[in-house]
């Protein structure tokens, strides 16, 4: 089954959020990489990878967020993933002891709200109601988390 990944920005020009569904394993990962290294690059200060529609994830899939969240920092940004507590992906995060390097949230909310994990320094980003999706159109957004309706 193909990955579904859609980007938007919260309300900010440094931030950007990648909400990906499916199954993350070794016939989908090329398509999360050829997404991801790009924004990773020279793309948003503060990515936030939104893992809560990820049902399955094998260990291919946490090396490739391993590999996007180096090149974060590596470009001086941060890295946030936001999956279900306790879920498959949240276990097999913790599993591989990644979640002291990649902050793991519950809600995008929360990951907006978060210190810096490097200077662990209260952060401004604030979600806004409305955020600008890929090709510039207005993503209606809930409250509750600050996502796409």
Not at 8 to 34: K, S
Not at 64 to 84: I, S
Not at 125 to 148: H, I
Request: glycine content about 10%; proline content about 8%.
């Amino acid at each position: 089954m193909p990955l579904d990944i859609r980007s938007w920005t919260p309300g900010r020009e440094d931030t950007l959020v990648v909400r990906i569904a499916g199954e993350i394993d070794l016939v989908t990962v090329d398509g999360l990489r050829a997404f991801l290294r790009p924004v990773t690059g020279s793309g948003p200060q503060v990515l936030i990878v939104d893992l809560t529609e990820v049902w399955f994830m094998s260990v291919v899939g946490v090396r490739c967020l391993d590999q996007a969240m180096r090149r974060m920092k590596d470009h001086g940004g941060e890295f946030h993933v936001v999956c279900p507590r306790g879920g498959a992906v949240d276990r097999l995060i913790r599993f591989q002891g990644l979640q002291h390097l990649m902050p793991v949230h519950e809600r995008i909310l929360d990951a907006l709200r978060a210190p810096d994990p490097a200077s662990g320094r209260p952060s401004a980003r604030r979600p806004a109601t409305l955020a600008s999706g890929q090709g510039g159109y207005a993503v209606p957004r809930t409250e509750e988390d600050g996502s796409p309706a």
